[in-house]
């Protein structure tokens, strides 16, 4: 009898696991030319929520993150169209002070990539003109801009949280507001999860073991991505700085599947 209320427990634990989508490319430190191709790729959404993921491409630093454009519009949740592809824009700044933030009407959670370069045609750069301290790491920034293009406003995003993401059904195809994006269905050239930022973007590999599970931000109420208030993160501790509440999110299905195991054991060996 022990072993069934033990069992269903870990099984009911096993139910709340979730991942929500991860990153995985550009990281920290890229460097795509202007004019050829640019990458962004990520692991697909588990939770069936992120069914309309904007990917935005930003700049700034932690606390001002700076809207530039919106780069597709795409379905987070599918696993084998996990990655895009397009033309890298022509910038003001040659510098490794770009990054990528993903959002969802569907969901109060943002997430960012590490911040990279985007290099002149010859790829050559110059050194972000500024640094912040972020959690105790020196963060290289600046803010650049896309040449003879105005930023927009940026998707709002969470506006339907506590709706049904069912609606979004007819957005899977890749939309943009760059020109041509093509999705791969591969990433494979993804990089490696240890080196997968985790919080709000820096200009260096987490070197923590734990980077498999995001920093986020949270709102309260409805907001646009990339904005300028108080709630942009300051650093992956900006909950004890004031500049925002951050919590961590994203648990892979790895631990689901340590749960369902650990209940087999337990129960083999009673």
Known sequence: MYSSVVLAYLFLGAAFVRANPTPTTPAPGDLYNEGAECRVAWDADQTGVWTVMNVELMTGDNEQMQFLELVATVDGTNASNNSITYTCPDVDLNSQVYFYQFTSPFSTNVYWTGRFAIAAANGSTVPAPDTELSNGATISWGSGSIVGQTPGTAPAYGQSASGSSASSSTAASVTSSSGSVSA????????????????????????????????????????????????????????????????????????????????LTFTAAL
């Not at 990433?187 to 930022?197: L, R, Y």
């Not at 992956?236 to 631990?255: N, P």
Request: charged share 10%.
């Open 184 to 263: 791969g269905a591969s990433s494979s050239s993804a990089v490696p999860e240890s080196t997968t930022v985790s919080g709000p973007p820096l200009t260096a590999a987490a070197a923590s073991s734990s980077s498999t599970s995001k920093i986020i931000k949270t709102t309260s109420t409805p907001t646009s991505g990339g904005s300028s208030d108080s709630s942009a993160p300051a650093s992956t501790s900006a909950a004890a700085s004031g500049a925002g509440a951050l919590r961590a999110d994203g648990l892979v299905l790895h631990a689901g599947a340590a749960l369902i195991l650990a209940a």
